[in-house]
């Protein structure tokens, strides 16, 4: 039976041949997007896993309330993590992860680095692999290093890694370090990341005493704890109180210093609490992607549900027969899903080449190393895709057909039966919704990303690299100087100054303090010279800016923007203080201008010349980047790459033993927005391919539309009917259900749209011209596939076609 | 054989009832070969789909066989039909993607046969009728005599007691119809019992009883 059904089906799909590559093609797109996307979802949700101690390992977090305010830190104090092992018989163990940059000197050339400090169970708590050396004696001493391959290469070449002596910049010292093992590349779907790791006893170089041994609310580094087999992080968080007890004495205030425990699993998916070392991803994104994923498949198998139901007259015939012949309907049901099946594996081989194709450029797309592999699970996951497709695909002839009276069907009454207008183009209706939703999706998605690429930041971003000096204040400052001065011969710098941050570090420095009032406040701060305010085009609105003649302004004036003058509710800001212990007054106010991503809100501002006393007095101070001198040139227009050498020639004249290090301005803005450029050029591809699928499917219907009606129009042209008002009777169908397709896609997409762009400050609002222009690409290239065929009729010789009647 | 005992028919158009099938009696006995003759929508087909199983009708009964046919289930009157009647088509309706070959097996297939047993059967039925050289030929391969050879086949694989042929001959030329009439003749000498419809009075002088019917009653 099974032979007799196979044997039909190969041949009915090699005898319409149309049918089958149009089905197979739209069903093998829809299958390889699928895996792409199934391996990109699969990526996101499988952070950290990949350690076999993973359920037990957790991320100590800090939730602070004081005064009504809240504070949430996933970076924690230094003694924490020993004071958890200590107190709680539940924690077996601990890992602190300390992130930060620093200088690194070897042979003369120096790089700016990041680099971990980590406790040296490291390896045995984190499954991170070695390609050189012994994981047991790793840090054998302060001076072990341990550095990635991909590192090794960059400053040994070819040459053995291990033994190597490499200086290390640490606090204000340069430290010589060993290495001592080499680590393969750290998988992808990690929430640590690093390329250097020195251990933990070299904090006493890094923080001072107090932090080290009582620094309770000053936060550094991150906190990984192991827990005893069975318990759960509640069950540590429940006593976490009693820890609080301790260490707060008599202050304790019960609620007010929280610790907590969050899986590792967690860390990579959870918007909820802050980014700790590494950025965390927005589940959404995979979410949207998952469904991306699902509707383009589901537009192939419609196109698969709507091109079986146009060839269902001839199917039928054969329906008849065999229940004639004795065919009972359950065994009718099984030949045609059977038949689906098929046809989806078929597919799911050419798809699963076209996923090992597209695999590169996908990865290239979506940012990421992905491997598709066949391995069990995605074996397992496109069988039952597979399965799946093929019940869906096949119900119509499955359950539709099979329930055909043979008796009508033979007698050719079925014109009658086969009704399904209505539910044919619901399912077409249904995907060109989804088409023109994904077409909206990408028009919105591309104007926001030129919105955040292109707005008037409040300063001018064009023509400006930033030269990082790689040093400490100390010694970069009059690096710095040095450079700026040199800078003044040449003739394609229009100007530079000179600041701790630039615009490339966006954040700056978080400065934490307690007011007059008892109030608890933040505000950003960024130390910069006289040149900074005309070099960076920012607009002074009152008062004045820095002069290198005042000694007052170096030590304590300011510059704030107009955020922190609404913020404190000043209406004359100069001459005014912080209302608190800072010493600086306000000389100048500029307009707010953007110095973090457009996802944030503009923050109050305090620029200054000298910052060591604000840092000083401030209660809390964090900072994500490096602080370090940084020269910002603003160029002429003309070639970058000549612009570029006679800088660098400059940069040696200055620091001969020092590489140069520069970026440029707009490009590291632009990085701020990966996430959005990957997301909008993703959704664009996908509008692409379902587009092109919902319109093979069109193609197919089309064709067979016309040959149903191939002897009306031959008597119609007989009749004296000219081309246009054939074609016109043909496309006039489509036409409406597009236009009705387009209503229903309109409300979905504003409202998938607007949710999405709640996610930043500054957006665009949704134009009502966008729906206009998607429905009528949709309806162009809907056209433009239709009329294909129309045409091809219109044109034909009407006597043939009646003749063959 | 069978027995048709007031047989109705009808559907509604509007308020009115219109009658496919007019109180048919007919009794018809093993190895009869009946023609049923009468103008285009005198009801033949009709009638031959109700005695064939494939249409139900609203009033009478129908005794096949000791069974009776009005009180079965649908599932019951498949079994019956698939296991005693053979159809022969005007159109012959075979299956155009299956070789001769498979055509006359497919019957075979839905009553769970074992593949050797049917290829033994098949295999007899093409020797019988002489196309063994045309089993792996697909019907459009074949002309309109040969293919209603293969409809005949097929209709015989699982030894009918009861062969119904709607028109066998309408589709052919003289030729070849008196093939299959002299084929029907044969097949009827060696016991099934035929109903054949036919437009015919050639056709139907092959026959040993003739019906005739008229807007749907059997004409006395």
Known sequence: MIK??????????LRHKGYTITNILGLSIGIASCILIMLFVKSEFSYDKFHTKSERIYRAWLHEKYEGQEFINTQTPIPLGPALVSNFPEVESMCRVYTFSTLVQYKGSKFNEPLNMVDSNFFQLFDFKLAEGDIHSVFT??????????????????????????????????VLF????????????????????????????LFSERARSRGWTSVFEETYVLLQNGKSGKDVEDKMPDLAKKIAGDNYVEGQYNVNLQPITEIHLDKSLPAGNLPVSDPAYGYILGIIGILILLIACINFVTLSIGRSTTRAMEVGIRKVLGAERKQLISQFWGEAILIALI???????MAFIFLKPFNAISNRELVFSLSVFNILFLFSLVILIGLIAGIYPAIVLSAYNPVKVLKNRLQGAISIGFFRKALIGAQFTASIIMIIGTIVIGQQLNYLQNKNLG???????VVSTNKPRADGTPLAEKFKTELLKNAQVLGSSISIFSFSEPGWVNLGYEDDNKIYRNFRMNSIDADFVGNMKLQLIKGRNFSVDNPADIANSMIVNESLVKEYGWTDPIGKKLPGRFDHTVIGVVKDFHFESLHNKIQPLALVMMPDSMIRKANDVAFVFSPQPRINIRLKEGNLRKQISSLEKDWKSVAPNQDFEYKFLDESLNNQYKEEVRLASIVRYASLLSIFIACMGLFGLSAMAVRRRTKEIGIRKVLGADIKSVVILLSKDFIWLIILAALVAFPISLWALNKWLQDFVY????????????????LLIALITVSFQAIKAAIANPVKSLRTE | MLELKGIFKWYHSGNNRTFLLKNIDLSVKVGEFISVMGPSGSGKSTLLN???????????????????????????????????IGFVFQAYHLLDELTVYENIETPLIYQDIKSSERQAMVADMLDRFRIVGKKDLFPAQLSGGQQQLVGVARALIANPKLLLADEPTGNLNSKQGEEIMELFKELNNDGVTIIQVTHSEKNAAYGSRIINLLDGSIEH
């Open chain 1, 347 to 353: 597919s799911l081989v050419v798809a699963v080449g």
């Open chain 1, 459 to 465: 300063f001018d971003k064009e023509h400006v690299v």
């Open chain 2, 50 to 84: 109700v005695i064939g199983m494939l249409d139900t009708f609203d009033q009478g009964e129908y005794h096949f066989l000791n069974e009776s046919v009005h009180k079965l289930k649908e599932k019951q009157r498949s079994i019956l039909y698939k296991q005693y």
């Open chain 1, 178 to 205: 060993t290495v001592t093992a080499v680590t393969e590349k750290t998988p992808l779907e990690s929430s640590i990341q690093f390329d250097m790791l020195i251990p933990h006893s070299n904090e006493n170089l």
């Open chain 1, 763 to 778: 957006r665009i609002q949704v134009e009502w011209w966008v729906f206009i222009a998607a429905g009528a690409i949709a």
């Open chain 1, 141 to 174: 001493n302060n001076h072990s290093l341990v550095i990635s391959q991909e590192l090794a290469k960059k400053y040994f070449g070819n040459d053995q890694a291990i033994g190597k002596n490499i200086e290390l910049q640490l606090g204000d010292e340069m």
């Open chain 1, 4 to 13: 007799n059904y196979f044997s039909i089906a190969i041949r009915y799909l």
